[in-house]
Each structure stands twice: as C-alpha cells, then as structure tokens.
C-alpha cells in the first residue's frame, strides 16, 4: 500500500465529510465503511467523499460506494465524491458510477 490509510471525519452544516487518504481496497475498505457508517448513524442526508488524496481504488471502492449510494438514497440523501484523483476518476468512469452519483471537481 503506498502511504498510510486514513479517513478524517466531520459533519458541517449537516453534511458528512470524509477526507480520505491512502488506496482503497480490500484491506481497507472495510475502516472507510465504519467511517462512513459513523457519519450516517448521525442522520445526515448528505454525505461528500473527498478523495483527492486515494491514488488507487478497486473493486472494493466501488462496491462501498455502490451500497452506501444505495443508502443514502433509500432515505431520500446523495453521495458526492469530491475531488476525485485521476485514477478514482477514471474507476468511476469505468464502472459507471460516475452516472449515478454526483461527482464535484473543486467544490466553492
């Protein structure tokens, strides 16, 4: 893994932020999900993945993202991902999610 995995959380304005650093895969998407379920166990209905700083991501990304856009949306709320690094950019776009879930480059 290059660098360490890590997931900085907070909720402002009622939304979820999580600043996450560090590849997402098998052995750590897993720490992302409780960090995500930490955010939503607070009732938010909107929830910012900023993933600027994740220089890889498979499979296991992708299906995280999937079930919590399910989530959130079953319970009328969104999922963004913000900055996305080139490469999370490009698994988006490959496996279609970038179609279902608001992708935001260099939010105001």
């Given amino acids: 893994m ?11 304005l009622g939304v979820g932020i999580i600043s996450v650093s560090g590849e997402i895969d098998i052995a750590t998407a897993p720490l992302l999900e409780e960090s995500i379920e930490q955010v939503l166990d607070k009732g938010v209905d909107q929830l910012d993945l900023d993933m600027q700083n994740v220089p ?12 919590t856009l399910r ?6 709320g969104k999922l963004r991902i913000v900055n996305p690094s080139p490469q999370v950019e490009k698994v988006l776009s490959i496996s279609g999610l970038d179609k279902l879930l608001e992708v935001v480059r260099n939010p105001a």
């Fill in 2 to 12: 290059t660098g360490e995995f890590a997931a900085d959380v907070r909720i402002e």
């Fill in 56 to 67: 890889f991501m498979d499979s296991q990304g992708i299906g995280l993202a999937a079930r």
């Fill in 71 to 76: 989530s959130l949306e079953g319970n009328g």
